[in-house]
C-alpha cells in the first residue's frame, strides 16, 4: 500500500498563514481528508474532498490539491489551532485507507 | 447528537484475543461505511479497517489481515473488532469513526473517544 509523507514539525507566528503538506502517489487520484488532534482527544475533521469544511470548522482552513501533494493551509493562525494535523486518503490500490504521519503545528 | 461509544478494550497477554464493539446513536448507521483507526502511545493515526454500509464488503490494513475481522449488526446499531493472535505491537487507543463519504473513501466525520487496548504479559 501507498504512503503520505508529512513533515514532523511546522511553526507559524500567531495571525500569520502556515501550509501544511501531504504527499504520496495516491493523492494524484484521490483527494485528502484533514484532522486537527490535541493531547487526550479524538480527531477532528477539518477538511474533505476538494475543499470542505464540516460545520463548525473555521473559514480560515482550506485544503487545495497540486499533482501528488495535497495542503493544508490555516490563514490567519490562532493560539487554539496548535495541534498535531493528520492527511487520510484512499491508498491506490482503492482498497485501504491510509494516514500520513502528523505535523504537529506550533503557534509562537 | 451522533454518538459513538467504545467498549472493550483492556489488557490481555500477547497471543491471545479481544472483541471491541462501539455503539453508534445519533444517525442511520446502516447508511454509513465504519472505520476503525487505532493510535500507539506517543504515536500517529493509523487505519486498521473498514466496512460498507451492509456489511458485505470490508478491507484490512496488511499489519492487522488475516488476525483482526471487522463486522457490523444494524439492527443494533453497533460496530466491532475481533481480535486475535494479539502483538505488543498492537497496543494503541482503538477509534471507531464514521466515514461521511459514500464510498468508503476515509472522510471520518465523526469519531468515538477510543478505547485502549494493552497486549503485555
Known amino acids: 500500500s501507498s504512503e503520505l509523507t508529512q513533515d514532523p514539525a511546522v511553526s507559524v507566528a500567531l495571525g500569520q498563514t502556515v501550509r501544511i503538506t501531504c504527499q504520496g502517489d495516491s493523492l494524484r487520484s484521490y483527494y485528502a481528508s484533514w484532522y486537527q488532534q490535541k493531547p487526550g482527544q479524538a480527531p477532528i475533521l477539518v477538511i474533505y474532498?476538494?475543499?470542505n469544511r464540516p460545520s463548525g470548522i473555521p473559514d480560515r482552513f482550506s485544503g487545495s490539491s497540486s499533482g501528488n501533494t495535497a495542503s493544508l493551509t490555516i490563514t490567519g493562525a490562532q493560539a487554539e489551532d496548535e495541534a498535531d494535523y493528520y492527511c487520510?486518503?484512499?491508498?491506490?490500490?482503492?482498497?485501504?485507507?491510509?494516514f500520513g504521519g502528523g505535523t504537529k503545528l506550533t503557534v509562537l | 447528537e451522533v454518538q459513538l461509544v467504545e467498549s472493550g478494550g483492556g489488557l490481555v497477554q500477547p497471543g491471545g484475543s479481544l472483541r471491541l464493539s462501539c455503539e453508534a446513536s445519533?444517525?442511520?448507521?446502516?447508511?454509513?461505511?465504519m472505520h476503525w483507526v487505532r493510535q500507539a502511545p506517543g504515536k500517529g493515526l493509523v487505519w486498521v479497517s473498514r466496512?460498507?454500509?451492509?456489511?458485505?464488503?470490508?478491507s484490512y490494513a496488511d499489519s492487522v489481515k488475516g488476525r483482526f475481522t471487522i463486522s457490523r449488526d444494524n439492527a443494533k446499531n453497533t460496530l466491532n473488532l475481533q481480535m486475535n493472535s494479539l502483538r505488543a505491537e498492537d497496543t494503541a487507543v482503538y477509534y471507531c469513526?464514521?466515514?461521511?463519504?459514500?464510498?468508503?473513501?476515509?472522510?471520518?466525520?465523526?469519531w468515538g473517544q477510543g478505547t485502549l487496548v494493552t497486549v503485555s504479559s
Open positions: 487520510n486518503s484512499r491508498d491506490s490500490s482503492a482498497n485501504h485507507v491510509v
Open positions: 466496512i460498507n454500509s451492509d456489511g458485505s464488503s470490508t
Open positions: 469513526a464514521r466515514d461521511l463519504a459514500s464510498d468508503g473513501s476515509g472522510y471520518l466525520d465523526y
Open positions: 474532498g476538494k475543499n
Open positions: 445519533g444517525f442511520t448507521f446502516s447508511s454509513y461505511w
